[in-house]
């Protein structure tokens, strides 16, 4: 059930962390949307590295840099200190339309 274009009935929506800093600028959903506050409109997702979404952000350096949607998530909804160490992985090993922070968790490269 979509309540205004694009968002869902029950999404939590939190400012996005990008490693460390909080971005007022962009807005990402628990179900992997990331919304533009500036231009107010989605931004566009393009396909990295496999099968993996990638959104071009500018953070306060105003240098346009490539955001791992998985990873925003994460560094959003469930931080932790020694993420730039850690990786995210996908628990059904599905990384397409793969956001649920349920499905995803903190790992090292070992794991």
């Known amino acids: 059930m979509e309540l205004i274009r694009g968002v869902t009935y ?3 929506w939190k400012p996005l962390n990008y490693n460390g800093t ?8 628990d179900q992997g949307k990331l919304y533009d506050n500036k231009r107010q409109e989605f931004v566009i997702f393009h396909k990295q590295r496999g ?4 959104a071009s952000i ?10 791992a ?3 925003g ?8 200190e020694n993420f730039k160490n850690m990786q995210v992985n996908h628990m059904d090993g ?4 793969n956001w649920y922070p349920e499905n995803l968790e903190w790992s090292t490269p070992m794991d």
Not at 22 to 29: A, K, Q, T, V
């Open 10 to 12: 029950g999404e939590n």
């Open 22 to 29: 909080i971005l007022e600028r962009y807005s990402i959903s």
């Open 51 to 54: 099968n993996y979404n990638y």
């Open 58 to 67: 500018i953070p306060c350096t105003g240098i346009s840099k490539n955001l």
């Open 69 to 71: 949607i998985h990873r």
């Open 73 to 80: 998530v994460m560094m959003t909804f469930q931080p932790i």
């Open 94 to 97: 599905d990384q397409e339309y």
